[in-house]
């Protein structure tokens, strides 16, 4: 399992709405293709309104590619998963064609 927050830049929830009903919507055929590529059984997001008006995404993916999952989408030449990555720069405003972050550190 691989669980990360991102904040979702100020301007940019609707925008992360949007683009989470895409991927329930019009383009889930692609989204469950593209997790069994990276072999993905589970992936899932929240949506955190924090006091001070931040909202985060919190996301959890299960299966065996769970923690490659990021790189690997960030150097894939799949056109849905350069779509995916692009929504990852707009609305978190995150660059991961280079060093990927630390992984969660698991307190409890």
Same mark, same amino acid.
């Given at each position: 399992? #691989?669980?990360?927050?991102?904040?979702?830049?100020?301007?940019?929830?609707?925008?992360?709405?949007?683009?989470?009903?895409?991927?329930? /919507?019009?383009?889930? $055929? =692609?989204? &469950?293709?593209?997790?069994?590529? *990276? =072999?993905?059984?589970? *992936? *899932?997001?929240?949506?955190?309104?924090?006091?001070?008006? $931040?909202?985060?995404?919190?996301?959890?993916?299960? /299966? @065996? /590619?769970?923690?490659?999952?990021?790189?690997?989408?960030?150097? $894939? &030449? &799949?056109? #849905? &998963?350069?779509? #995916?990555?692009?929504?990852?720069?707009?609305? *978190?405003?995150?660059?991961? $064609? /280079? @060093?990927?972050?630390?992984?969660? =550190?698991?307190?409890?």
């Amino acid at each position: 399992m #691989f669980a990360m927050a991102a904040l979702i830049l100020p301007d940019k929830v609707d925008t992360w709405r949007t683009w989470m009903d895409e991927l329930k /919507g019009p383009r889930k $055929s =692609e989204f &469950d293709a593209s997790n069994a590529r *990276h =072999e993905l059984t589970g *992936h *899932h997001a929240w949506l955190q309104a924090n006091p001070d008006g $931040s909202h985060v995404a919190i996301v959890v993916q299960d /299966g @065996p /590619g769970a923690d490659q999952f990021i790189g690997a989408m960030a150097q $894939s &030449d &799949d056109p #849905f &998963d350069q779509w #995916f990555m692009g929504r990852v720069a707009e609305v *978190h405003g995150m660059d991961m $064609s /280079g @060093p990927m972050p630390p992984p969660a =550190e698991k307190m409890l």
